[in-house]
């Protein structure tokens, strides 16, 4: 069975540029989430879709960050414009309900110049 | 605020000791808490808790709960220079929509042959 994928591994853009994140979650998990982690921080939750729900967004940083589920399979996540703060590891997680454990992607790690 | 708290956040051994890592939370409505491997990439789901005092193992790793004091140990028996990683440690509560994970910032493992 093939595990979460997430696309590109890693990103480098100026600030001010735009920049999608992409996210495969497992087939079958109704459950997607994106986090992040920055330098030297713990990770911290950003949003969680049911489907192509999103359930909670109380950890998007602010309006310059953009998620979307189109179908309710994968999932995209836009940083426009990027700022300096942004750059960090952005995880995608999948479950099959949302109590189940997660199952984690490999990252994105975006910096922004 | 909910907060979970590793340790130690490094570690030394040398192959064949064993190692006890920590976690501690503060966490509203817990609901179960994770242990995951990071080796690169990816961090790899080991365990979820929920009951306290039921120990769950895996080969030789093993966990344990206790929602009375409020944390778990991970424990490695034996290690091998493989079991070089970051493990996370994670807190699921009943908040929001239920799929928010509250991560530790890691306890860094270096196995030394």
């Known amino acids: 069975e093939a595990g979460v994928t997430q696309f590109p591994s890693h990103s480098v853009i100026e600030k001010g540029q735009t920049v999608t994140l992409r996210c495969d979650p497992i087939?079958?998990?109704?459950?997607l989430y994106w986090y992040r982690r920055v330098m030297g921080k713990e990770i911290k939750f950003l949003l969680h879709?049911?489907?192509?729900?999103?359930?909670?967004e109380s950890g998007m940083p602010n309006n310059r960050f953009l998620a979307e589920r189109t179908g309710g399979t994968y999932s995209t996540l836009k940083v426009q414009p990027a700022e300096l703060e942004d750059s960090g590891v952005y995880f995608c997680?999948?479950?099959?309900?949302?109590?189940?454990?997660?199952?984690f992607g490999p990252g994105t790690r975006l910096t922004v110049t | 605020e909910d907060k979970v708290v590793q340790s130690p956040l490094s570690l030394v051994v040398h192959e064949g000791d064993t190692v006890t890592l920590n976690c501690s939370y503060e966490?509203?409505?817990?609901?179960?808490l994770l242990w995951y491997k990071q080796e690169k990439k990816a961090p790899t789901f080991l365990f979820m808790l929920?009951?306290?005092?039921i120990e769950k193992k895996s080969g030789r790793l093993s966990s344990i709960l206790d929602k009375k004091e409020l944390f778990s140990i991970l424990n490695i028996t034996a290690t091998q220079t493989g079991d070089s990683a970051i493990y996370l440690c994670?807190?699921?509560?009943?908040?929001?929509?239920?799929?928010?994970?509250?991560f530790g910032k890691g306890t860094k493992l270096s196995v030394k042959p």
């Open positions: 997680a999948s479950s099959q309900d949302r109590l189940n454990e997660q199952y």
């Open positions: 087939s079958g998990h109704d459950n």
């Open positions: 879709f049911v489907k192509e729900s999103k359930q909670d």
């Open positions: 966490v509203t409505n817990f609901r179960s």
């Open positions: 929920t009951s306290s005092g």
């Open positions: 994670a807190v699921g509560n009943y908040g929001g929509s239920q799929g928010n994970l509250i």
